[in-house]
């Protein structure tokens, strides 16, 4: 089965960019979304179709797929980004929803 | 404002059905635009999808769950609901309810607050 894979962990200075990747076969060709969540809360999608934003995120929120990997990017870095983040496609062969295994992005 | 709200026993004995609903408000599960779906999260673990429901009925099960799991809507109530069977303490998790836009592609938005079910005697 499709299997979608994140670093457990990613940390980054308030202000700096964090980049968050999620690693799939070939996943250029798949649909990419990304959610948000915050300590004892529910996911928040963040980024759908790869790179487009839901209305009340901000632009700091970007994201690229190609090739083998797919990337969250969050720029200017603050306290309250502090969260896990999962990457999920569909695969259509299998009529299947795939999450990644989720990053916990810490704010140094 | 579409939300979704969880709702159902949150202790569950071991081999016992577990049963939850969704409440829907700000909008109807009869649009012809969504699926309906849950996913679960165990304590301290990942996101795991557990299947997703059009109105007409279309449904897509996770393959590892499929065998123990049924979903249904309730179009009168504006509901969905959740069945697994014969739980077992993996089944611990919260257990979250979302909307599905689905189209060539399927993503969750927006979720409910999640309701933790607990499998114990």
């Known amino acids: 089965s499709y299997v979608l894979t994140q670093p457990p962990s990613v940390s980054v200075a308030p202000g700096k960019t964090a980049r968050i990747t999620c690693g799939g076969n070939n996943i250029g060709s798949k649909s990419v979304h990304w959610y948000q969540q915050k300590a004892g809360q529910a996911p928040v999608l963040v980024i759908y179709y790869d790179s487009d934003r839901p209305s009340g995120i901000p632009e700091r929120f970007s994201g690229s797929n190609s090739g083998n990997t797919a990337t969250l990017i969050i720029s200017r870095v603050e306290a309250g980004h502090e969260a896990d983040y999962y990457c999920?496609?569909?695969?259509?062969?299998?009529?299947?929803?795939?999450f990644g295994g989720g990053t916990k992005l810490t704010v140094l | 404002q579409l939300l979704l709200q969880e709702s159902g026993p949150g202790l569950v004995k071991p081999s016992e059905t577990l049963s939850l609903t969704c409440t829907v408000s700000?909008?109807?599960?009869?649009?012809?635009?969504?699926?309906w779906g849950w996913i679960r999260q165990p304590p301290g673990k990942g996101l795991e999808w557990i299947g997703s429901m059009f109105y007409s009925g279309s449904s897509y099960y996770n393959p590892s769950l499929k065998s123990r799991v049924t979903i249904s809507l309730d179009t009168s109530k504006n509901q969905f609901s959740l069945k697994l069977t014969s739980v077992t303490a993996a089944d611990t998790a919260v257990y979250y309810c979302?909307?599905?836009?689905?189209?060539?592609?399927?993503?969750?938005?927006?979720w409910g607050q999640g309701t933790l079910v607990t499998v114990s005697s």
């Open positions: 700000g909008g109807s599960i009869s649009s012809r635009s969504y699926y």
């Open positions: 979302a909307r599905v836009i689905s189209g060539s592609t399927n993503w969750f938005d927006p």
């Open positions: 999920q496609v569909w695969d259509s062969s299998r009529e299947h929803v795939i």
